[in-house]
C-alpha cells in the first residue's frame, strides 16, 4: 500500500468509500437482546456518586494546594488535581456525550459542558465529531479521531502527555469562534442550526479565560491558572496514556472492532478516572451501554475477544515495540490471537482497503 | 395506494421495546410503548444507514444504537444529537391480537 493520507478529503477516504469500507456494517458478538437490553439501561446514581466524588476531590486539592501555596508541599495536591481536571474531563466529556453517564438529560448535558471547558472542546463542535470515530473507527481517510497515525511521530505524541498540540490548537480556535466566527472546516460538519451555539460557548470560554489572566495579573501570581487553564497541560498525561492504548499498533481498515481496538485491565484508581472506557472493545461495539455497565458487558462477551491486556505497563510494552516497528514499516500491526470460544476475525475488507485485492461481496 | 399490512402479533414486542420489521423492500419499525400502545416508524436511522432495531426504547424515546441519537417515535420528532432529521412514522392499528401498520 502506498503512504496512508489520513486527510478526510483525500484519496484514502475515497477509495473506502467507494470499496464500502467506509459505513459499512461490523462485527458485533451476539447476546440475546434480553441481556443486551438490561445492559443498556441508564441510570443516575452511578453518575451522581462519581460526579460527587469527582468534583469533591477537585475542591478538596485545590483547596490544600492554595492554602499551601507557594510552598513545594503543595506539589502533590496540584499534581492530583490536575489529573482529575485534565484527564478526567476527557472521559466525562465522552460519556455525558453519548449521553450514557446519567438517565436524566439534563444531567448528561450539565456534565458535558463543564468537561467540555475542562478538556478545552467546544461543546458545540465537538458534539458532532466523535459520531465519525464510531462510524469508521481507525478508516484510514475517514476517522478524524485516530491518535496514532502510521508512521507515528514520536515527538508529538510525547508532547501529548503534556496537553501541548492540543491547547495549542484551542485558544487560536476559541478566539476565531468568539470573534470571527464557525471556521469553514468545522461548517463542514456542524449542521447550520448548531452554528449560533459555537460562537456562544466560545465567547462564555473567552470571558472565563479572560477573567482569570486578569485575576492572575491583578494578583501577581499564576494561582488562577493553577486552577483554570494550566490543569488541561500538567494533569493530560492520565488521558493521554491511556488514550493511546485505545488503537494503537493494531489494525486500520478493518471492520471488526477486536482487530483495531484495546480492553486492559487496569487498576481501581485509572478506571475512575478514565470512567471504564479500558474496556474498549466492548464499548465501541456496543456503544449504547453505560460506562457502569462495561464490566458486564465484558463478562458477557469476553468468550468472543481477545485476551484482554493485563495492566497498563503490560499494555504499553505490547503497543510501544509495535509503534517503532511502523516507522520502519507502516504496514505492521499487531493482531492478537482469539480464544477457541471466539468467532473467526472479520476481515474481508482488509486486503481490499490496503489495495491488494477487490472488496468481498456483502 | 396505502394498505393495511399484518406486521406481527401484539405479544411479539415486549413492552417498551420494538422490533424490526420488513415488507416490499422497506424496512420498519414497530413499537410497544410502555402504556400498551403500538407505533411504527421507518426502519432506519436519518442520521445513517443503521437499523434502529437494536436501540433501546426509553419511554417514548428511541435511541439509534449506533451513536445514540434519540427520536420520539410517536412523532418521529429528532430529540438529541446527532439526528436532526425526523422519522417518518406510519399509522397503526390493533384487531384480534395483531398489529397492522398502514404502508403507502
Ligand atoms: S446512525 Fe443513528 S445516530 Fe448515527
Redesign the pocket.
Given at each position: 500500500m502506498s503512504k496512508r493520507d489520513y486527510s478526510l478529503l483525500g484519496p484514502d477516504g475515497a477509495r473506502a468509500v467507494a470499496t464500502g469500507l467506509a459505513a459499512a456494517e461490523w462485527y458485533h458478538t451476539d447476546v440475546p437482546r434480553k441481556e443486551m437490553k438490561a445492559l443498556m439501561q441508564r441510570s443516575d446514581a452511578p453518575a451522581i456518586r462519581d460526579t460527587l466524588l469527582l468534583f469533591g476531590l477537585m475542591a478538596g486539592f485545590a483547596g490544600i494546594g492554595i492554602y499551601l501555596w507557594p510552598s513545594w508541599y503543595s506539589a502533590p495536591f496540584w499534581l492530583a488535581y490536575g489529573v482529575l481536571y485534565g484527564s478526567a474531563s476527557d472521559s466525562r466529556w465522552h460519556e455525558a456525550g453519548h449521553g450514557t453517564a446519567f438517565k436524566t438529560p439534563w444531567m448528561n448535558n450539565a456534565l458535558y459542558e463543564v468537561a467540555s471547558f475542562m478538556i478545552m472542546r467546544n461543546s458545540a463542535t465537538w458534539r458532532w465529531s466523535h459520531?465519525r470515530h464510531?462510524?469508521d473507527t481507525y478508516i484510514v481517510g475517514r476517522d478524524p479521531e485516530i491518535a496514532i497515525m502510521r508512521p507515528p511521530a514520536f515527538a508529538k505524541l510525547i508532547a501529548a502527555f503534556f496537553g501541548l498540540p492540543d491547547v495549542a490548537a484551542f485558544f487560536p480556535r476559541m478566539l476565531y469562534n468568539a470573534f470571527i466566527g464557525v471556521h469553514p472546516s468545522e461548517k463542514t460538519f456542524v449542521p447550520e442550526s448548531e452554528w449560533p451555539k459555537v460562537v456562544r460557548v466560545a465567547r462564555i470560554s473567552t470571558a472565563i479565560y479572560a477573567a482569570t489572566f486578569a485575576l492572575a495579573l491583578w494578583m501577581g501570581s499564576i494561582l488562577p491558572l493553577m486552577v483554570i487553564g494550566l490543569p488541561r497541560l500538567y494533569g493530560a498525561w492520565h488521558h493521554v496514556m491511556t488514550g493511546l492504548l485505545q488503537h494503537g499498533g493494531l489494525a486500520d481498515n478493518v471492520i471488526d472492532h477486536r482487530l483495531n481496538s484495546r480492553t486492559v485491565y487496569m487498576n481501581p484508581v485509572s478506571r475512575f478516572i478514565y470512567w471504564n472506557m479500558n474496556y474498549h472493545v466492548e464499548h465501541h461495539m456496543f456503544p449504547m451501554v453505560p460506562y457502569h455497565a462495561l464490566p458486564r458487558l465484558h463478562a458477557a462477551i469476553k468468550h468472543d475477544l481477545p485476551a484482554p491486556n493485563t495492566s497498563i505497563a503490560q499494555a504499553f510494552a505490547e503497543m510501544w515495540p509495535a509503534l517503532k516497528r511502523q516507522l520502519a514499516s507502516e504496514e505492521y500491526f499487531l493482531k492478537r490471537d482469539l480464544p477457541a470460544t471466539a468467532k473467526p476475525y472479520r476481515e474481508d475488507f482488509h486486503l481490499a482497503a490496503l489495495g491488494a485485492a477487490p472488496a468481498a461481496a456483502e | 395506494m396505502t394498505e393495511w399490512i399484518d406486521a406481527c402479533a401484539t405479544d411479539d414486542i415486549d413492552a417498551e421495546d420494538l422490533i424490526r420489521f420488513d415488507h416490499g423492500g422497506a424496512t420498519y419499525a414497530i413499537y410497544h410503548a410502555p402504556d400498551g400502545d403500538f407505533f411504527a416508524t421507518a426502519g432506519?436511522?436519518?442520521?445513517?444507514?443503521?437499523h434502529?432495531s437494536n436501540?433501546l426504547v426509553m419511554d417514548y424515546v428511541i435511541?439509534?444504537?449506533?451513536?445514540?441519537?434519540?427520536f420520539d417515535y410517536r412523532t418521529g420528532e429528532a430529540k438529541r444529537?446527532?439526528?436532526c432529521v425526523n422519522l417518518k412514522t406510519y399509522p397503526v392499528k390493533v384487531e384480534g391480537g395483531r398489529v397492522f401498520i398502514q404502508v403507502a
Amino acid at each position: 500500500m502506498s503512504k496512508r493520507d489520513y486527510s478526510l478529503l483525500g484519496p484514502d477516504g475515497a477509495r473506502a468509500v467507494a470499496t464500502g469500507l467506509a459505513a459499512a456494517e461490523w462485527y458485533h458478538t451476539d447476546v440475546p437482546r434480553k441481556e443486551m437490553k438490561a445492559l443498556m439501561q441508564r441510570s443516575d446514581a452511578p453518575a451522581i456518586r462519581d460526579t460527587l466524588l469527582l468534583f469533591g476531590l477537585m475542591a478538596g486539592f485545590a483547596g490544600i494546594g492554595i492554602y499551601l501555596w507557594p510552598s513545594w508541599y503543595s506539589a502533590p495536591f496540584w499534581l492530583a488535581y490536575g489529573v482529575l481536571y485534565g484527564s478526567a474531563s476527557d472521559s466525562r466529556w465522552h460519556e455525558a456525550g453519548h449521553g450514557t453517564a446519567f438517565k436524566t438529560p439534563w444531567m448528561n448535558n450539565a456534565l458535558y459542558e463543564v468537561a467540555s471547558f475542562m478538556i478545552m472542546r467546544n461543546s458545540a463542535t465537538w458534539r458532532w465529531s466523535h459520531a465519525r470515530h464510531h462510524t469508521d473507527t481507525y478508516i484510514v481517510g475517514r476517522d478524524p479521531e485516530i491518535a496514532i497515525m502510521r508512521p507515528p511521530a514520536f515527538a508529538k505524541l510525547i508532547a501529548a502527555f503534556f496537553g501541548l498540540p492540543d491547547v495549542a490548537a484551542f485558544f487560536p480556535r476559541m478566539l476565531y469562534n468568539a470573534f470571527i466566527g464557525v471556521h469553514p472546516s468545522e461548517k463542514t460538519f456542524v449542521p447550520e442550526s448548531e452554528w449560533p451555539k459555537v460562537v456562544r460557548v466560545a465567547r462564555i470560554s473567552t470571558a472565563i479565560y479572560a477573567a482569570t489572566f486578569a485575576l492572575a495579573l491583578w494578583m501577581g501570581s499564576i494561582l488562577p491558572l493553577m486552577v483554570i487553564g494550566l490543569p488541561r497541560l500538567y494533569g493530560a498525561w492520565h488521558h493521554v496514556m491511556t488514550g493511546l492504548l485505545q488503537h494503537g499498533g493494531l489494525a486500520d481498515n478493518v471492520i471488526d472492532h477486536r482487530l483495531n481496538s484495546r480492553t486492559v485491565y487496569m487498576n481501581p484508581v485509572s478506571r475512575f478516572i478514565y470512567w471504564n472506557m479500558n474496556y474498549h472493545v466492548e464499548h465501541h461495539m456496543f456503544p449504547m451501554v453505560p460506562y457502569h455497565a462495561l464490566p458486564r458487558l465484558h463478562a458477557a462477551i469476553k468468550h468472543d475477544l481477545p485476551a484482554p491486556n493485563t495492566s497498563i505497563a503490560q499494555a504499553f510494552a505490547e503497543m510501544w515495540p509495535a509503534l517503532k516497528r511502523q516507522l520502519a514499516s507502516e504496514e505492521y500491526f499487531l493482531k492478537r490471537d482469539l480464544p477457541a470460544t471466539a468467532k473467526p476475525y472479520r476481515e474481508d475488507f482488509h486486503l481490499a482497503a490496503l489495495g491488494a485485492a477487490p472488496a468481498a461481496a456483502e | 395506494m396505502t394498505e393495511w399490512i399484518d406486521a406481527c402479533a401484539t405479544d411479539d414486542i415486549d413492552a417498551e421495546d420494538l422490533i424490526r420489521f420488513d415488507h416490499g423492500g422497506a424496512t420498519y419499525a414497530i413499537y410497544h410503548a410502555p402504556d400498551g400502545d403500538f407505533f411504527a416508524t421507518a426502519g432506519k436511522c436519518t442520521h445513517e444507514d443503521v437499523h434502529l432495531s437494536n436501540g433501546l426504547v426509553m419511554d417514548y424515546v428511541i435511541e439509534c444504537p449506533k451513536h445514540n441519537g434519540q427520536f420520539d417515535y410517536r412523532t418521529g420528532e429528532a430529540k438529541r444529537a446527532p439526528v436532526c432529521v425526523n422519522l417518518k412514522t406510519y399509522p397503526v392499528k390493533v384487531e384480534g391480537g395483531r398489529v397492522f401498520i398502514q404502508v403507502a
